[in-house]
């Protein structure tokens, strides 16, 4: 059975999970009525941070554009360019076996692709949510939905995954910000 988070809850993965390694972190959306003549495309992407909260390299940022990191631990499934349909709409798979040593947590993020020439926003979409499944036995373990809170942020971080005491941990973040995916990349070290 999936434990449903709040914003800002903060679950156990691994302790609980004894084996657990392979891991798929399924994002999804829906959009409103829009009239703006584009396809509303958003972009799952992580960024493997060190402790300082920063990728080490701007290969530390996994998203359509490079979709496995060089460790084989974090992999990107593809771009969707419009959301259609019910289920994930991207998906990142997840080794936390392979995970670096320097990697103290893997931030989960959802922008809008060209915003705003698009004149598009967050609060145009519905039914955001990040769910994080166990591999193997294709068993939901933690679902957070993001609800409808967002007005202008043209970018996301949804969850992230961290380690704690030799234990992995899911922190539902549900934090917005305006500036798309330009301004999570300078958030998080990433030369743009």
């Avoid at 554009?65 to 974090?74: D, E, P, T």
Wanted: proline share 1%; net charge negative.
């Amino acid at each position: 059975m999936a434990v449903s988070l709040t914003k800002g809850q903060k679950v156990d993965l691994t302790k609980g999970n004894p084996g657990l390694s392979k891991l798929v972190v399924g994002l999804g959306w829906d959009t409103n009525k829009y009239d703006g003549g584009y396809d509303f495309d958003l972009d799952a992407a992580a960024f493997l941070l060190g402790a300082d909260g920063k990728v080490a390299s701007d290969a530390d940022f996994v998203f359509y554009g490079n979709l496995k990191h060089s460790s084989g631990s974090v992999e990107h499934m593809g771009d969707n360019l419009t959301g259609a349909g019910d289920g994930d709409d991207e998906q990142i798979k997840i080794n936390l076996a392979m995970v670096p040593a320097s990697v103290a947590k893997i931030d989960f993020t959802v922008t809008i692709y060209d915003a705003e020439v698009r004149k598009q926003n967050f609060g145009q979409v519905s039914n955001a949510f990040i769910r994080v499944v166990d591999e193997g036995s294709n068993t939901e373990l933690i679902r957070y939905d993001l609800g409808e809170d967002f007005s202008v942020e043209t970018a996301v971080v949804v969850g992230e995954i961290y380690r704690n005491n030799g234990e992995w941990k899911f922190n539902a973040i549900g934090s917005g910000f305006q500036g798309g995916l330009f301004a999570l990349c300078k958030n998080y070290g990433v030369n743009v």
